[in-house]
């Protein structure tokens, strides 16, 4: 119940009141009964106001008057003036407000019309669905409701949306006057008609209307919308085998989401439909008919297998459970090689020449018969394949037939015993069925034939032709098949074209073996050519041999006093010697006081070796006086080189030495040459080259020797080797000395001045030949041209203080290097081709510019004798670059080049320097 007040004023101010409410609600009638009532008195004490008057109160918009109204009001006295009733209806929902009015007057004061709201007690109306609108059809779901009142019942009005739009009814749930929440209690009809109106979809909307009673009266509904889910439609689980074989039974387990559930099932196999099979539950086996199996053989004729699928149609009491699933499956093949066998193949041998030897097309001769295989009747493929091909296999031979019969031809079949051929029967799907049958072979050779053609005594007319062989007697049953026809011999003149008739040889058998001979003279003077023959009924058998004019292997003579080897002997004294003469060890000659050596050592080295060449000799410091002549290559722009050493091994008393050194050198190769003595054997070297050099492919050889004076005995000098190795250190060998360059031809020129005392032109020269060519007065100097044999017929000048050669101060080079180790520097003229050496020439630079300035200039000389010994080396500079400040470069020097090093721009003062020239000196 509701109630409330409202305060009345009047046009008299010791006069007020209230006017007060209340409601009555009738729940099923969704109304309530408004009582409003107004009371008036005096706000002050000692008086009474009495009078008449109408007055009204006003219920929703309904006034209820009371009048000619006799009233008498005291202090505090809430005198009832008027009342009354209305019976309200409420809003749906169960709510309402109203407007409370009052008003009146009389004959002692007048109430002012005046109104408010009251809100009167909400109504409990229709029930709230508490549970969800969502549900899956086939299986049962709970509803739920929250209700106004316990007196209510309610019924749930449950429809589909189908795909058209239109709302149908499936099925209701009640919930019992004294529930709140029930299970829906469906059964198949109901779930079914869930699923007809899904209609295969997986889904669908819903609508719930919660309709809400009171006993019988209607209170009212809601509605409330969600979905319905389809179960899972079944197919066949992971796991399954669905390699199957059409001529075999087919089990197919399903997994199903619901016991109710019914399935059709569509097998198809190649995109084809082999089979339907409906009202399947949990499981079928399926095996196929004749007709059906021929139907999926047909889908892969020429492969062993084919791919299927099976479509699951799931249903609910005949309703279509969402959509179909595909489940693969893949028929395979068997049972199925071509049926086939050896009746359907023969053989023969289709030789002319050899079936009328062996008398029996069915024997197979060795090498000589042409074996004919045919496949007379065709193999039978099965399960819709068809024949594609035979491979036809013997003897190591296989041909193909891609014809469904036909013959193969094998040429000259070499085999030597019965044996086994195979034709292989090929269907569409690469099915095989293997027939075999035995070939008869009889083995057969050609004739051997040996032979022996030799002139009496290897010189003489009288000549013995012998030979002996044997042959194949291809035997077949007991029956020799074979014999030899000829055994012949024919000859010619080497000079001739023309042969002899064919002379028969005497032959005698001895089962399958046979030798024959014949004699004849064959002038000894002449060379012949002999041909010899040997036929048997199949083959034969030709050799061509050549009988040389007589020629002694070893023939004295004591008329000339010589021998021949290979030859007669012509020349007097001597071994003549009529053909290649091959030594393995050394040639040596004597001559009266010397001994002249040849080939004596090798050298041979791959890729680029380091070290020099180190040629150690078979004797010591004994007094001999030699001459060692060295051919070489190296792989580089000099080519080939030749050098020759002359000394004389002195063996001192008490120190050994070596005098009257010298060698020349022709070629464009330099390298030093020095004597030296192995510490360990006491042996004499000769060392080519420099330890730290390293030399690309080296081949050297030591090729002649010429050996004087004190020779040692011949067995020491053949049983010692001379021998050619390269090293990087000479720690094992002393009296190490440079030996020095006396080439007179192709050499490096020098000029010796001696310049006497007195005044020009008493001055003299000569050059390394000792020769002077022209010599030409040209003021107070002495201009010298030089003879062809030197270089570039070059002009020198003397004058009182000394040599001035046109070549010095010749620039060679120019740039600006710091002289890094990737810097390398070619002057134009090798250091032994300037007159001194060479000079450095170095000079300020300014890397921020790069510019190399003209001023700061340093010279350093580098002496032409550096080479002898130290090429390749490597040398400090000590250069100033400014006042009281110092730079060094770091160089390796040889008679043809200049490299850098990596220290050499490591520093501001390093950097402040660098190459400017090479000059002749």
Excluded at 171 to 200: F, K, M
Excluded at 679 to 687: C, E, Q, R
Excluded at 806 to 813: D, I, N, P, R, V
């Amino acid at each position: 119940m509701a109630s409330g007040s409202f305060k009345v004023s009047t046009d008299n101010g010791y006069i007020s009141g209230t006017v007060s409410w209340s409601s009555t609600e009738n729940v099923s009638k969704n109304q309530s009964t408004v009582t409003a009532t107004m009371r008036l008195e005096r706000t002050n004490t000692g008086y009474t106001s009495y009078g008449t008057g109408d007055f009204f109160v006003s219920i929703d918009g309904t006034k209820i008057w009371d009048y000619d109204k006799d009233f008498s009001l005291t202090y505090n006295s809430n005198t009832f003036i008027v009342s009354g009733s209305k019976v309200v209806t409420h809003n749906s929902d169960g709510s309402k407000k109203i407007t409370i009015g009052w008003g009146g007057d009389s004959n002692v004061f007048n109430v002012y019309d005046s109104s408010d709201t009251a809100t009167l007690d909400t109504i409990p109306r229709a029930s709230s669905l508490s549970s969800s609108a969502n549900f899956t059809a086939g299986q049962n779901f709970t509803v739920s409701v929250s209700r106004h009142s316990s007196s209510f019942r309610h019924e749930v009005e449950i429809s589909v949306k189908r795909s058209d739009g239109v709302w149908d009814w499936i099925g209701q749930v009640t919930l019992p006057s004294n529930d709140t929440s029930v299970n829906s209690g469906w059964g198949i009809t109901e779930h079914a008609e869930a699923y007809r109106h899904l209609a295969g979809r997986s889904s669908a909307e819903t609508r719930f209307v919660l309709q809400t009673f009171d006993g019988s009266t209607f209170i009212g509904d809601k509605t409330y919308y969600g979905s319905v889910t389809a179960l899972r439609s079944s197919d066949i689980p992971n796991g399954t085998n669905w390699d199957v074989y059409p001529d075999g039974g087919i089990y197919i387990g399903i997994s199903r989401a619901h016991s109710v559930f019914t399935h059709t099932l569509k097998i198809y196999a190649g995109g084809t439909l082999i089979k339907t099979l409906s009202g399947v539950g949990s499981s079928t086996t399926w095996t196929p008919t004749a007709s059906e199996e021929a139907a999926i053989y047909a889908k892969f004729p020429t492969s062993t297998s084919v791919d299927g699928n099976i479509e699951v149609f799931t249903y609910y009491d005949g309703e279509l459970v969402r959509s179909k699933t595909d489940n693969d499956i893949n028929f395979y093949i068997r049972n199925s090689n071509p049926s086939f066998s050896a009746s359907n193949v023969s053989y023969t041998d289709i030789d002319t020449t050899v079936t009328p030897v062996t008398g029996d097309a069915s024997y197979i001769v060795q090498g000589k018969s042409n074996l004919q295989i045919n496949v007379h009747t065709a193999a039978t493929a099965l399960n819709s394949a068809t024949i594609s091909k035979y491979v036809i296999s013997v003897a190591g031979q296989s041909q193909t037939l891609t014809a469904t019969t036909g013959v193969a031809n094998f040429y000259d079949i070499n085999i030597s015993s019965n044996t086994t051929a195979y034709v292989t029967a090929y269907d569409s799907r690469g099915f095989t069925t293997r027939a075999s049958f035995t070939v008869k072979s009889i083995p057969y050779h050609v004739p051997t034939l040996s032979d022996s053609i030799r002139r009496k005594n290897n010189f003489e007319n009288e000549t013995t032709i012998s030979v002996s062989g044997n042959i194949a007697l291809m035997t077949i049953g007991s029956v020799n098949k074979n014999s030899i026809q000829y055994a012949q011999y024919s000859w010619k003149d080497k000079s001739s074209a023309t042969w002899s008739a064919w002379t028969n040889l005497s032959l005698t058998m001895n089962g399958e073996n046979y030798s024959a001979t014949a004699t004849r003279d064959f002038d000894n003077g002449k060379a012949y050519d002999i041909q010899i023959r040997i036929i048997d009924r199949l083959s034969t058998t030709l050799v061509t041999r050549t009988l040389s004019a007589g020629k002694p292997l070893f023939m004295p003579d004591p008329n000339l006093l010589s021998v021949g080897i290979n030859k007669q002997p012509v020349r007097y004294d001597a071994v003549d010697v009529g053909s290649h003469a091959y030594f393995d060890k050394s040639i040596v000659h004597y001559y009266p006081g010397f001994q002249l050596w040849r080939n004596l050592a090798a050298y041979s080295g791959a890729g680029s070796l380091q070290g020099a060449f180190v040629i150690e000799l078979p004797y010591g410091m004994v007094n001999v006086m030699s001459k060692i002549t060295i051919d070489g290559y190296i792989y580089d722009s000099t080519a080939p080189f030749k050098i020759e050493v002359g000394f004389y091994s002195y063996q001192g008393n008490p120190t050994p030495s070596f005098v009257n050194t010298g060698y020349t050198n022709y070629g464009g190769k330099y390298m030093t040459v020095r004597l030296g003595r192995n510490t360990a054997t006491g042996n004499v070297v000769i060392i080519i080259g420099s330890e730290s050099h390293s030399y690309s492919y080296p081949k050297l050889t030591v090729s002649q020797a010429i050996l004087t004076h004190s020779i040692p005995d011949q067995v020491t000098l053949q049983s010692r080797q001379w021998n050619i190795t390269q090293k990087t250190s000479l720690s094992g060998y002393d009296l190490i000395q440079t030996v020095p360059n006396v080439t007179l031809n192709g050499g490096i020129p020098s000029i010796e001045v001696g310049l006497g005392q007195e005044s020009y032109p008493y001055y003299s020269w000569k050059d390394s030949g000792g020769r002077v060519n022209s010599i030409t007065q040209l003021g107070n100097e002495l201009s010298v041209r030089l003879g062809a044999n030197s270089i570039a017929n070059e002009v020198a000048k003397f004058t009182s203080n000394g040599l001035v050669n046109k070549s010095s101060g010749e620039l060679l080079w120019s740039g600006g290097y710091y002289m890094t180790a990737g810097h390398t520097v070619t002057p134009s003229k090798t250091l032994t081709s300037c007159p001194n050496g060479w000079v450095l020439v170095f000079s300020d630079f300014d890397s921020n510019t790069n510019t190399t300035n003209p001023y700061n200039i340093v010279q350093c000389y580098i002496h032409k004798a550096h080479y002898d010994g130290l090429a390749g080396q490597g040398m400090y500079f000590t250069l100033g670059t400014a006042a009281n400040t110092y730079a060094t470069k770091y160089l390796y020097v040889s008679y043809d080049w200049i490299k850098g090093h990596d220290e050499n721009n490591d520093t501001a003062q390093q950097t402040d320097v660098v190459l400017k020239e090479v000059r002749a000196w």
